[in-house]
Nanobody
Framework: QVRPVESGGGLVQPGGSLRLSCEAS????????IGWFRQAPGKEREGVAC????????YFADSVKGRFTLLPDNRRNTMYLQMNKVKSEDTGVYYCAAHGGWLPNVCRSSADEYDYWGQGTQVTVSS
């Protein structure tokens, strides 16, 4: 069963760092594009970042560009979202999603494009 499993959320101060993990349970990370999404209270789910199965293509939302990084670890079959210089507006539930079948250098930022979703992990940025 294809099931992304997120972890690593928590409380972090503004300007701090946090690393979220997405374990590829039941599938091989190297064959799936991974997207990260977040949903703040009262807001719609938005695309934060994505990476193609080859790792050759990435996307970052303008709001996180230069602060967030994607770190694939194929040996651990885990994708990491490194969040640096976090801001209060980064607060929300973060979801990892997976899609297989795209070309190796394709990833997409729309939630509708992904087939498999994790349960989410809460990130709260507050002093």
């Amino acid at each position: 069963q294809v099931r992304p499993v997120e972890s690593g959320g928590g409380l972090v101060q503004p300007g701090g760092s946090l690393r979220l993990s997405c374990e590829a349970s039941g599938f091989t990370l190297a064959y799936y594009a991974i997207g990260w999404f977040r949903q703040a209270p009262g807001k719609e789910r938005e695309g934060v970042a994505c990476i193609s199965s080859s790792g050759g293509s990435t996307y970052f939302a303008d709001s996180v560009k230069g602060r967030f990084t994607l770190l694939p670890d194929n040996r651990r079959n885990t994708m990491y979202l490194q969040m640096n210089k976090v801001k209060s507006e980064d607060t929300g539930v973060y979801y990892c999603a997976a899609h297989g079948g795209w070309l190796p250098n394709v990833c997409r930022s729309s939630a509708d494009e992904y087939d498999y979703w994790g349960q989410g992990t809460q990130v709260t940025v507050s002093s």
